[in-house]
């Protein structure tokens, strides 16, 4: 059972949807992060969230909207999104910057552009 | 800026057969080590982890140390069984850099009966 709970698991939308993924984590933990996982690529660092602020943005199209309401929840809002979109998108926790800086993921939330 | 180089895949090895995964880094700090394992359908989960030079991380017979000295932080296991099928990740951490972790490309091992 993970601490870091994503909905919905599987997602298909066209390019003129709107649509949100939700992360949720139940460890108390006070930074967050949404990741891109795509075929053949990298893992993508997208978005960085300690206490509720945004600190990180890494160049990401502004089709991709991140909400932080409080510690333990995290949104990425979907719009006019492109094929090339499609992936595995991953919400992460930690205790914030600590010397350790492991990683807690949920399982993902696997997203299909048309 | 910090990097994380593992050894390319795929892997593929006989059950119970010795795996050897390498990683490499560089960093500007000190950095804290880790391996990551992503089985299918699932997200990465931590294996083990090192914060100081000389440290060996171990879990569910994997091992890894942190050597400073060649800048490594291989994964190792004696007998791989089937379900280690999996994605291993290194990556590392860094204080001074808020956090953020830096990941390698990962690298696929199948094992097969």
């Known amino acids: 059972e993970t601490g870091v709970t994503q909905t919905p698991r599987h997602l298909v939308m066209g390019m003129t949807n709107k649509k949100s993924l939700k992360c949720e984590q139940h460890l108390g933990h006070n930074a967050m992060y949404w990741y891109k996982q795509s075929a053949k690529k990298p893992l993508e660092l997208m978005f960085v969230?300690?206490?509720?602020?945004?600190?990180e943005n890494n160049s990401v199209p502004s089709r991709f909207s991140p909400e932080c309401p409080n510690s333990s929840h995290l949104f990425l809002h979907l719009h006019t999104l492109q094929p090339e979109d499609s992936a595995l998108y991953l919400c992460?926790?930690?205790?914030?910057?600590?010397?350790?800086?492991?990683?807690?993921f949920g399982e993902g939330s696997r997203l299909t552009v048309l | 800026g910090d990097s994380v180089t593992q050894m390319e895949g795929p892997v593929t090895l006989s059950e119970e057969a010795f795996l050897t995964i390498n990683c490499t880094y560089t960093?500007?700090?000190?950095?804290?080590l880790f391996w990551y394992v992503q089985y299918p359908g699932e997200g990465l989960q931590l294996l083990l982890k090192?914060?100081?030079?000389?440290d060996k991380g171990s879990n569910k017979g994997f091992e890894a140390t942190y050597r400073k000295e060649t800048t490594s932080f291989h994964l190792e296991k004696g007998s791989v069984q089937v379900s280690d099928s999996a994605v291993y990740f290194c990556a590392l951490s860094v204080l001074t850099n808020a956090g953020k972790s830096t990941f390698g490309d990962g690298t696929t091992l199948t094992v097969k009966p």
């Open positions: 960093a500007t700090g000190y950095p804290s």
């Open positions: 992460a926790s930690s205790q914030g910057w600590t010397a350790t800086g492991e990683l807690f």
């Open positions: 090192a914060t100081k030079a000389d």
């Open positions: 969230y300690s206490l509720e602020e945004r600190v």
